[in-house]
């Protein structure tokens, strides 16, 4: 019997939605905050729920920011059970949980494969099922899953001398926990964003999707200085194709309105995680963030660049000099493109001179520039003037394009 191809196709949509809609989560970068880059091991239960209340009085929550994630040092002892507990920093993670909730917000957890988190308390080895439970019981939404002492503890150990066991042994710990957050997600009805903490190790794109990670770090620890913020946004060429609805690849959490970052660097930052469709988890200090801050962290234009449904990672389409170029594909034909000053000097009587045929465009183009805010026109070879360390980021909605592309 020949099916029409239409029919066939509706019949598997209608079998396949009910799973999807199920395990749908993170379809855009997440957002949100976590407690990590500034507070460290000093975060408590109170900084948490400041942290909820300053998402919602800052219009962070609005502006898209859902997410309120509690990094390392929650954790205390088990019990005679087994039952992970938290330390008195957390008096009780259910109540701290229905707070977040009760604000419209998310809440997130961390964790690590190993017997000991990075900051050395205890963490999930030969728990994993016990504690993915326990957090679906708490009312968690998103645990963010670091390596650390597994690799000694467990990869070396058990694998001496053999790197590619280990890395096996590292992939089935990430799974091992992937499916114990979905059966304990599915019980609950509340799914569990999986984040990856590996900081890159063996190709961690290629493979985390399949084991239903959302997110995946893709190089070691952010710093809030400009050096490494620009090395970790230049490792991320090459690693486009891997992004996407549900599945992100994360380079790091935001340092913005952290160390000595000026405005402009400040800027930049937040402007290539967006073009890169990277999860925006802020990590400052909330209850005292400048003004200035606050306006980065919300430019709701330069947040939907970030959060573009089609979820088109972005790439350094070429550099001139100390001037690169970087552009985003966007839903329904638009485009972005940001022109970064990676150079220490200013730019004097030899300005960059943007080159459009370069990313693919044919005659002025009209946009805005999403930081000033109004309206801008792009010529072929127009002198741009960027102070060191800033930005030019434009939205394109209806490029004219060369035909050769
Ligand atoms: C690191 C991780 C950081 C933070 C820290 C906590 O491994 O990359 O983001 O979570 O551990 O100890």
């Known amino acids: 019997m020949r099916v029409p191809l239409v029919s066939l196709a509706f019949a598997l949509l209608a079998t396949a939605l009910p799973a999807l809609a199920q395990t749908q989560v993170a379809l855009t970068p997440p957002m949100g905050w976590n407690s990590w880059n500034y507070f460290a091991g000093k975060v408590s ?38 039952v992970i507990h938290p330390n008195s920093k957390f008096p009780d993670m259910k109540a701290l949980a229905d707070y977040v909730h009760a604000k419209g917000l998310k809440i997130g957890i961390y964790s690590s494969p190993g017997p000991k988190t990075c900051a050395g308390y205890e ?10 439970e326990t957090y679906a019981a708490w009312g968690f939404d998103y645990l963010k899953y670091d390596l650390c002492s597994y690799i000694d503890d467990v990869m070396v150990k058990q694998a001496p001398h053999d790197h590619a066991a280990q890395m096996r042994l590292m992939v089935a710990s990430y799974d091992k926990m992937g499916k114990a957050l979905q059966a304990a997600g599915k019980k609950t009805g509340r799914p569990i964003v999986l984040s990856l903490c590996q900081y ?24 809030p200085n400009w050096d490494r913020i620009y090395s ?100 329904g034909g638009a485009m972005a493109i940001a022109v970064v000053n990676v150079g220490s000097d200013r730019y004097a009587t030899h300005p960059f001179h943007l080159n459009l045929a370069r990313i693919g465009l044919a005659g002025e183009q009209t946009g805005k520039d999403l930081w000033a805010g109004e309206e801008i026109k792009l010529t072929q070879g127009m002198p741009l003037e960027l102070p060191s360390h800033d930005v030019l980021l434009v939205r394109i909605d209806k490029p004219a394009l060369s035909h050769s592309m």
Do not use: C
């Open 200 to 223: 890159g190790w063996d190709a961690v794109w290629e493979w985390a999707p399949e084991l239903g990670g959302n997110l995946w770090r893709t190089t070691g620890d952010i710093e």
């Open 123 to 132: 963490a999930s080895y030969g728990h994993e099922e016990q504690d993915a």
């Open 45 to 82: 239960d109170k900084d948490i729920r400041a942290a909820a209340d300053q998402l919602v009085s800052t219009g962070m929550k609005d502006a898209g920011y859902v997410y309120v994630n509690i990094d390392d040092t929650w954790e205390g002892e088990r019990d005679a059970n087994g």
């Open 232 to 331: 970790i946004a230049s490792q991320q060429s090459g690693l486009e194709s891997y992004s996407g609805p549900g599945h992100w690849n994360d380079p790091d959490m935001l340092e913005v309105g952290n160390g000595k970052l000026s405005l402009a660097e400040n800027r930049t930052h937040f402007t290539w995680w967006a073009m890169l469709a990277a999860p925006l988890l802020a990590g400052n200090d909330l209850p005292n963030m400048k003004p200035e801050i606050k306006a980065i962290l919300t430019n709701k234009d330069v947040i939907a660049i970030d959060q573009d449904p089609l979820g088109k990672q972005g790439q350094h389409a070429y550099s001139d000099g100390e001037v690169e170029v970087w552009t985003r594909e966007l839903q």
